[in-house]
C-alpha cells in the first residue's frame, strides 16, 4: 500500500535552513503529483507547494514563494523541501502528500505521517 | 487567491445525529472541492472529492453536494468514530486553499 515517510524535520534557528525529504513507496512514483502541507501547532492545513509528476508544473503558497524549493527525483522515489530564511511563523509539522493523479486538477489522496519543524532562537 | 470560509467552526452532535458542514468559496471554483477528516495527531484522510464523489472505502454515511461557490457536508448518522476535525479544501491546477476546519464534537 502507499506509504510516505517524511524526515529532516529539526529544531533551527530564525533566518535557518533545512531540506525535508519523503520517501515513497507502494506506488508509481513518477505518475503522480507530490505535495507538501503544513499545519501549525492547534492550527489547520495549509498547501505549501507541489510539483506535477513531470516536475514541470509547480505551485507554491504565498507564504513560502521565493524562500522554499521543491523537487523531485523520480528515480530515488522522493520528495523535497528545501526551506531557506525560515521564521516562527514557518514552525509546523509537515506532510508529504500524493496527488491522485499527475496534475494537480484532482486532490491528495494520501499523507505522510509528518514531520516537526520548529523554527526559535 | 480564492478564499474558502467554513462554517461552522465547532459542532457538537449527538451519537446517531446528522451532521452539516458548509464551505463557501470566494469565487467559482465549479466541483474542485474535497473533504477530508484529521484526528488528533494523525495525518488527514480524504473522505470526498469533486464534490460529491466518496473516496474509495469511505462509509456512505458521509456525502458531499454543491458546486460553484456553495458546499455542504454531511454526515447522515454521526457515529464514535467519526468525532473529529473535518476541512474543505479547493484545489486546481494553479491554487489550494484549505477551509478553517470544523471540529465536531459530543454532545
Known amino acids: 500500500q502507499v506509504q510516505l515517510v517524511e524526515s529532516g524535520g529539526a529544531l533551527v534557528k530564525p533566518g535557518g535552513s533545512l531540506r525535508l525529504s519523503c520517501a515513497a513507496s507502494g506506488f508509481r512514483f513518477s505518475d503522480y503529483y507530490m505535495s507538501w502541507i503544513r499545519q501549525a501547532p492547534g492550527k489547520g492545513l495549509e498547501s505549501v507547494s507541489y510539483?506535477?509528476?513531470?516536475?514541470?508544473?509547480?505551485y507554491y503558497a504565498d507564504s513560502v514563494k521565493g524562500r522554499f524549493t521543491i523537487s523531485r527525483d523520480n528515480a530515488k522515489n522522493s520528495l523535497y523541501l528545501h526551506m531557506n530564511s525560515l521564521t516562527a511563523e514557518d514552525t509546523a509539522v509537515y506532510f508529504c502528500a500524493k496527488g491522485k493523479g499527475s496534475y494537480g486538477s484532482v486532490p491528495v489522496d494520501s499523507w505522510g505521517q509528518g514531520t516537526l519543524v520548529t523554527v526559535s532562537s | 487567491d480564492i478564499q474558502m470560509t467554513q462554517s461552522p467552526s465547532t459542532l457538537s452532535a449527538s451519537v446517531g445525529g446528522r451532521v452539516t458542514i458548509t464551505c463557501r468559496a470566494s469565487?467559482?471554483?465549479?466541483?474542485?472541492l474535497a473533504w477530508y477528516q484529521q484526528k488528533p495527531g494523525k495525518a488527514p484522510k480524504l473522505l470526498i472529492y469533486r464534490a460529491s464523489t466518496l473516496e474509495t472505502g469511505v462509509p456512505s454515511r458521509f456525502s458531499g453536494s454543491g458546486s460553484g461557490t456553495e458546499f455542504n457536508f454531511t454526515i447522515s448518522s454521526l457515529q464514535p468514530d467519526d468525532f473529529a476535525t473535518y476541512y474543505c479544501?479547493?484545489?486546481?491546477?494553479?491554487?489550494?486553499?484549505f477551509g478553517q476546519g470544523t471540529k465536531v464534537d459530543i454532545k
Open positions: 479544501q479547493h484545489y486546481n491546477r494553479y491554487s489550494r486553499t
Open positions: 510539483m506535477t509528476s513531470s516536475g514541470r508544473d509547480i
Open positions: 469565487e467559482n471554483i465549479n466541483v474542485l
